[in-house]
């Protein structure tokens, strides 16, 4: 960052000392994952561009639109719809909770054995180190596993303003009717803090930029289905990152010219890695910035990631919204229909998501799945047996790996995903 960004900082509350500390340990780190790979695309240029400026350029952006009278929301879970929040001329930002902060302040009010994601958010709250809490107008909280629901209950003390949003966890008529119910609400109270009106032609405007930045990350996925892989998992993974803060318009643009490059890479039949390396599927819970650690470890073994079946990539990003409606109700239908596919672990049954892993593993020509369960993460890492059991019937190898943000494990970890790379080459 060339820019000196700490008056702007300070302005939005940020501890600086605890800032400088967080970000003396990001870029060090994002260097050493990132910049190192051999053969990267030429278009990762602009990712890295966005990461070095991720609490600078983006955040001046967000004072900006909201000095120009428009809301910032932040939100954990990619059941917020943002089709509705771009339908008020709102902004939605993901609130990353990737790393381990202030983990002793964050234990003082959640138990030890909470998952990683849920105390990093308090962490990062606490420490007054995120300045996408610092500039959200309203963060939306998500009933959907009891460690958010409850914390919730908490977090609401640590921010100036939290609407919590209540999430079925059976895909039933009854569920859909519970989803479509909280949407309206959501809908009401955006309206009420942006003092707009939601219309049909809003709505579809919403409804096309978030499409357009989905459809960008399908072509995205489907190059990556290339053998000799194109791209590393890791920058595959950190575009579906940058996805939850980038300007949507500006993202998709970004996404398209990459899939242009790599569309000339395959005719080439070049890649990051040679023809016939190993290609894993990672499944299992999201990895928000700056979570690299497990993708860094199956990578630096000499395979290859092809796909995230994760709500950090395909299951946030899977399906379209349906804009066919012709009234705001139509269309609020067809959102709920859209976000009541997502299969997260929280839903019971939960089929459709090991069919998703299997579809998924059959496009990308996935050689195994690596299944990611955070600890304490009671949803996935009860779901990772059953779809373990699933898959290797399907001929499909998996290796269970529950982990946390430390890195204590990673010697454990890495031993273990050798002799799983071992038995894919076997
Ligand atoms: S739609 S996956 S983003 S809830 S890891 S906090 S589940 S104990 S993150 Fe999630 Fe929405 Fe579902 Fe996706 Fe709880 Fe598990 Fe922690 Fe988790």
Known sequence: MSTDYRPMWKELGLDLDAHDALLGVLGPLYQQTFMTQPNRPDGMKYFDFVMSEVHGLRIQELVEARKAGRKVVGAFCTFVPEEIVLALDGILVGL?????????????????????????????????????????????????????????????????????????????????????????????????????????ESLKRGIAAVNAKRAAMHRLARLRAAD???????????????????????????????????????????????????????????????????PSIIEGTGAVIVGEESCVGERGTQALTDDTGRTVDELLDAIVDRYLKIDCAIFT???????????????????????????FCSPYQIEAGPVEKRLEKEGLPTLRIDTDYGQEDVGQIRTRVEAFIERLRG
């Not at 299992?284 to 700056?290: F, I, L, T």
């Not at 049954?349 to 955070?374: C, F, Q, T, W």
């Open 96 to 200: 990353c909770a990737g790393a381990e902060f202030a983990t002793g302040e964050a234990e003082k009010h959640l138990p030890r054995n909470t998952c990683a994601l849920i105390k990093g958010a308090f962490g990062f709250a606490l420490a007054r180190v995120c300045p996408y809490v610092s500039a959200s107008d309203v963060i939306v909280g998500e009933n959907t596993c009891d460690g958010k629901k409850k914390s919730y209950e908490i977090f609401r003390d640590l921010v100036p303003r939290l609407h919590v949003m209540d999430i079925p966890q059976v895909k039933s008529p009854e569920g859909r009717a519970l989803m479509r119910a909280e949407f309206a609400r959501f809908v009401a109270f955006l309206e009420q803090i942006t003092g707009r009106d939601m219309n049909v």
């Open 228 to 294: 000799p892989a194109p791209i590393s998992g890791l920058d595959g993974l950190l575009m579906n990152q940058v996805y939850f803060y980038d300007d949507p318009a500006r993202f998709t643009g970004s996404v398209n010219a990459i899939c242009d490059e790599l569309e000339q890479r395959i005719a080439r039949q070049e890649g990051v890695v040679r023809k016939g390396t190993p290609r894993i599927l990672v499944s299992g819970c999201p990895m928000a910035v700056p979570n690299w650690k497990l």
């Open 349 to 375: 049954p939960n089929d459709s998501r090991v069919e998703h892993i299997l579809a998924m593993a059959g496009s990308l020509k996935a050689d195994g799945v690596v299944h990611y369960g955070l600890q």
